[in-house]
């Protein structure tokens, strides 16, 4: 910035100037309100000791380029949206006065702010038609909230921000960012990067963590204990060690999991894990959950039988080919409830899947295969043969939807099954050495 004189006139692009002479805009006293135009001579023009006089500036429309805004050099708190920015940068030095800085949409590639020591918070999004490219802010110890949304940078040095609280630089291209030296972080937001790693470890504080839409393979949690909502869909995750109990909110789609355990997040209200591979999901420990999305995996089993499946108001298991039954707290509660698979609502599964009080019963036990099942289909009397060492203790059958509809213990080798509705039934062999579960039709 050249040396000018407190009577020179500052030169400004048309619209910035337009806004400065006749926008209500400036705050001469550091109260935070606007008291009137920064052209207090009413001369048409900005003199540098009028742009001086000012504390904050504060206008919501777009103001195109904010060139000429460095020889505001006493001003705390700048609130503006810009359309561009000087091709070679916005230098802001001069500005050791300055504590707040919002400045959208300016699409600017560097700024300089390394000589505004008490800068707490620095917001510069949005700006995808040419954004940051670089950014030093080693120089500002007080910050306390950054957020650089949609810009292009590749690195950042956090290192020297130990009061950062909130920092947000999702949709960059980062490749590594080094949080280790900010232990007060409470909310991280780095989604829509380029990251492979991310050491979280020290940074004990963490509430709200968003790394969706990178190349993670690995994320440790095990030391955010008060995190609450964790966003890392889209990497290549396969393992995830969840010891959080305050954590509510978990969307972990479209990973490598095949495996997923949640029984040490007894808050959680909603997860979503759809798009993976897991093959065995429980959620018998979570009794507030209200949303469970786990499409398209490979599901086996899967529990929900938590004793409260009243509040729950989306349940997506559709598309998991090998699942046969969903263990449920009241299986008419649950086969009355509606799906709207258009507006992801309601509770909605494959055909081929049922709901049952017992899912035990859909699982046919290999582990025990001495005994047979005859005639099948049966209309009268089933004949249940053994041919093995096994001592039956008794017989139960159960309907498709889980109900227990027939107990046999005096007569085990042969239940008469007339008086039953013709349908599917399972037949709970149990035995001294275990239990096994065969299908069988009764007409």
């Not at 400065?20 to 400036?26: K, Q, R, T």
């Not at 053994?386 to 107990?407: M, P, W």
């Amino acid at each position: 910035m050249s040396v000018m004189t407190q009577s020179q006139v500052v030169d400004l692009p048309d619209l910035f100037r337009y806004v400065l002479v006749n926008e209500i805009c400036a705050d001469f006293d550091g109260d935070g309100l606007v008291d009137g135009v920064v052209d207090t001579n009413d001369d048409g023009q900005i003199q540098v000791i009028e742009a001086e006089a000012v504390m904050g500036l504060y206008y919501s429309h777009n103001i195109g380029s904010v060139s000429g805004i460095e020889y505001f050099t006493n001003i705390e708190i700048i609130q503006l949206s810009a359309g561009y920015g000087p091709p070679d940068g916005l230098d802001l030095s001069q500005s050791t006065e300055l504590i707040e800085l919002y400045l959208n949409g300016a699409h600017l590639n560097s700024i300089d702010v390394t000589g505004s020591p008490n800068l707490r918070i620095l917001e510069m999004g949005s700006n995808p038609q040419g954004g940051l490219t670089n950014i030093d802010i080693t120089q500002n110890p007080n910050l306390e909230y950054l957020n650089l949304v949609w810009n292009e940078l590749e690195s950042i040095d956090v290192s020297q921000n130990q009061n950062l609280l909130n920092l947000n630089l999702e949709m960059n291209r980062l490749t590594n960012i080094d949080v280790t030296q900010n232990p007060n972080l409470e909310y991280l937001r780095l989604g829509w990067n380029n990251l492979t790693t991310l050491d979280v470890s020290q940074n004990p504080k963490l509430l709200h963590l968003f790394v969706y839409l990178n190349h993670l393979i690995e994320l440790d949690i095990s030391h955010n204990i008060d995190l609450i909502y964790l966003a890392c869909y889209n990497n290549d995750l396969t393992n995830l060690i969840i010891n959080n109990p305050n954590l509510t909110s978990l969307i972990a789609s479209y990973n490598q999991f095949t495996s997923l355990d949640v029984s040490n997040a007894p808050n959680l209200t909603g997860i979503g894990c759809g798009f993976n591979q897991i093959t065995h999901l429980d959620f018998s420990q979570n009794t507030n959950l209200r949303v469970i999305g786990c499409q398209e995996n490979q599901l086996v089993n899967l529990n929900i039988n938590n004793g409260n499946n009243t509040i729950l108001t989306d349940l997506s298991t559709y598309d998991n080919p090998n699942l046969a039954c969903i263990q449920v707290d009241d299986v008419i509660y649950a086969n009355s409830q509606i799906c709207d698979i258009a507006n992801y609502d309601g509770w909605c599964k494959d055909e081929t899947t049922s709901y049952s009080e017992e899912c035990s019963l859909g699982i046919e036990d290999n582990t025990i295969t001495n005994f047979t099942l005859y005639p099948n289909p049966v209309k009268d009397i089933l004949t249940i043969g053994n041919t093995g060492s096994h001592e039956i203790t008794s017989i139960k059958l159960y309907d498709a939807l889980g109900r227990l509809v027939l107990a046999e213990i005096d007569n085990v080798n042969q239940v008469d099954i007339a008086h039953l509705n013709s349908g599917l039934l399972f037949v709970k062999i149990e035995t001294d050495k275990g239990e096994l579960t065969k299908k069988i039709v009764k007409n």
